[in-house]
């Protein structure tokens, strides 16, 4: 699934709902299948399901909700519909969440090297707080990213455009 160098391609509508039982198969390609079914049935844990105007799939957030922060435990976009903001919707979805629940901040681990998903996390104002050396299987290093929630929306505050675009 790596994109890195990736140039950015063109927008296209797609909107972001809750994820369903139906949902579990595609995201499970990608993500703990245990950790998706009991996530969608709700608790403290959300998925979200990106998808375009024909119901094709094109990414999912996981998301929990712990006592001053939600936690981003995963955020995937398939190969051919990265590069249009679906990433940036998703996770922009899990920081309107932390908003509205009044929780203090939004965190998240990410690979030293994943180039593609540290560059959207500080390009919405995650900054590294954190580095766990050796996290991942083959030692690559987690850094720990975080960013605190205001009232204030991202979009407003960093001077962005809404990236979903279309049926949210
Ligand atoms: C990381 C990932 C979710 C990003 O999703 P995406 O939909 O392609 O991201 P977006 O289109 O919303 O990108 C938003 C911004 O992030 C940055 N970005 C995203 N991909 C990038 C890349 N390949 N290279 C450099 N910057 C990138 C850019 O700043 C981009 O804004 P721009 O397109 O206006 O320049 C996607 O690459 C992915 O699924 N990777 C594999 C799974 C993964 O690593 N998940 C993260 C685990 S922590």
Same mark, same amino acid.
């Given at each position: 699934m790596s994109n890195a160098g990736a140039s950015a391609a063109p927008a296209i509508p797609f909107g972001i709902r809750p994820a369903r039982a139906q949902d579990v198969d595609w995201i499970a390609a990608s993500w703990a299948r245990v950790d998706i079914e009991g996530a969608v049935r709700g608790g403290r844990r959300s998925v979200w399901l990106a998808e375009d105007g024909a119901g094709g799939r094109l990414g999912f957030l996981v998301a929990e909700d712990c006592v001053d922060r939600v936690e981003i435990h995963a955020v995937a976009v398939a190969g051919l519909a990265r590069r249009r903001g679906v990433g940036r919707a998703l996770v922009r979805r899990a920081v309107e969440r932390a908003r509205a629940s009044r929780r203090e901040r939004v965190d998240l681990e990410v690979g030293q090297h994943n180039r593609a998903a540290r560059a959207l996390y500080v390009d919405e104002g995650f900054i590294a707080v954190a580095r766990r050396p %050796? $996290? $991942? %299987? !083959? !030692?690559e290093d987690a850094l720990l990213m975080s960013l605190r929630v205001t009232s204030a929306s991202p979009a407003t505050a960093r001077g962005h455009a809404p990236a979903a675009r279309g049926r949210e």
């Open positions: %050796r $996290y $991942y %299987r !083959g !030692g």
